[in-house]
């Protein structure tokens, strides 16, 4: 009997838990589509209520903005390596791209609050306007994503390096991989949308 068919015999007449966790993490991420399809909606309606306070125009850089986003898009490029290598059972090079995907994002979060700090000090607070408000929260939020996005890289990283990844459980790696990727083009989004199309 061959490999795939003594699976497919074990799995006969149980769920596949692979297929179960792929299915739940799809399920997770249309959920987040909600979210942040509520909070961008948001932002629109009060991007042009700034009050008092400095329009988008007078206080986003662009470039620097720019900068950070091309370093998060690479972290989609190293977490592909990353599932790819765990595709081919090579460990140990998944945990390389693994991590090296957890430092682009946490680049990307340093760049994140280094820019928060210079709108604070250019007079744009959560409390400013409705536009300051929105702003903050909807970034904040993506911000805190890819936060768990980087304790699940390394977290896997970490059961890969325990000796406790299996062959058959690479679906871990694809499951963090389909989280990053979502991450990364809801930011897309974010990007165009607030920056981009402000100023």
Known sequence: ??????????????????????????????????????????????????????????????PFTSASSFILLMSSLTMVLAHHSAERSDWRRSRIW?????????????????????????????????????FFVLTSFHGAHVAIGVIMLLGTAGISYAGRMRPNEGMNVEAVGLYWHFVDIVWIVIFTVVYLLQV
Not at 23 to 43: K, N, P, Q, R, Y
Not at 112 to 133: A, I
């Open 1 to 62: 009997m061959s490999a795939d068919a003594a699976v497919a015999e074990h799995h006969d007449g149980h769920p596949d838990p692979v297929r179960t966790r792929k299915v739940a993490m799809w399920v997770f991420l249309g959920s987040e589509c909600l979210f942040f399809g509520t909070l961008i909606s948001t932002f629109l309606l009060f991007r042009t209520r700034t009050g008092d306070g400095p329009t988008a125009a007078e206080i986003f850089d662009i």
């Open 98 to 134: 693994l991590v090296a995907t957890a430092l682009l994002g946490t680049v990307f979060i340093a760049g994140q609050v280094f820019e928060f700090t210079e709108f604070v000090h250019n007079g744009l607070t959560v409390t400013t306007s409705p536009f300051g408000t929105a």
